[in-house]
């Protein structure tokens, strides 16, 4: 019978207090679904509004690169220090401990290693899988201005559909062959790209000049990420402008996991990012924590 649990008087309905309608911050996300944002916020962490992705995808490329020639070893160990790990699935089932609560992003394509044309990429993940794993997002390459950048275009469009089917967001991939100019215009065009045909936030190159154009121009939030390993204090320095310039956080692998003390330059970087830690400031933190081991 309806309401027989206890006596109506002793109920408490706060007639009088309107229902809070709670909004959803992160840019462009608003008109998400309720499990969409709940990803979102898996990853991107509500109260600044920031993340800082562990990449550790290279492998399904460019095979054992220098520094995950033993994830086991040397990425479990400092997954509870980053606020997403972004991977493939194979390592994902095989070396992450599944007790351990940290948000995923799954690498989704794939097809061509380093010996061939890596623009030739299909999708290489059924979202159904994703589902399974209990990702809180997919990634997938995007070449704009590549040789086959129609088909990963497609690839792209195509997860984004099967992710606003089952609430899973699309993190596309801005990757640049070696011939293309990085410049400012160059990232405006594909990120645009991205966001307009439905990718929920995108992973792009630092520019010095007009990053902020970049970010400005892009409707969803744009993660910064690493590239090539380079200096602590030069690495620290970009993640720190990307944010000040509109980024959204960083997905960053090579400089952290080839640095001398991956998980000090992983806490360093996520002082820059969630507390605005000026880079020097942050290469102290990293060169003290180092210095601990
Ligand atoms: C290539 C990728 C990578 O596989 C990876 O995530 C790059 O990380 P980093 O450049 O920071 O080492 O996305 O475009």
Known sequence: ????????????FFADVPQRTPGFSLKG????????QNRMARVFN????????LAVDHGYFQG??????????????????????????GVLRALVPAASRKPVVLRASGGPSIL???????????????????????GVQV???GEF?????????????QGNRHGMPVMAVTAVGREMVRDARYFRLACRICAELGAHYVKTYYVAEGFETVTASCPVPIVMAGGKKIAEIDALTMAYNAVREGAAGVDMGRNIFQSDAPAAM???VSEVVHRAMKPRDALALYEELKRKG
């Not at 019978?1 to 408490?12: G, H, N, Y």
């Not at 509500?46 to 992705?53: A, H, I, L, Q, S």
């Open 1 to 12: 019978m309806p309401e027989a649990d206890v006596d109506k008087e002793a109920k408490q």
């Open 29 to 36: 996300c608003g008109a998400l679904g309720w499990g969409m």
């Open 46 to 53: 509500p109260e600044t509004g920031r993340t800082v992705m």
């Open 64 to 89: 054992p690169t220098t520094g995950l020639e033993r994830m086991d070893l040397t990425i479990v160990p400092l997954i509870p220090e980053c606020d997403a790990l972004f991977c493939t699935r």
């Open 116 to 138: 061939k044309e890596l623009s030739n990429e299909e999708l290489a993940m059924d979202i159904e899988d994703a589902l399974r794993l209990n990702a809180a997002g997919i």
């Open 143 to 145: 070449f704009i201005g």
């Open 149 to 161: 950048e129609t088909r990963s275009v497609h690839n792209m469009t195509r997860l984004v559909d």
């Open 266 to 268: 992983l806490k360093a």
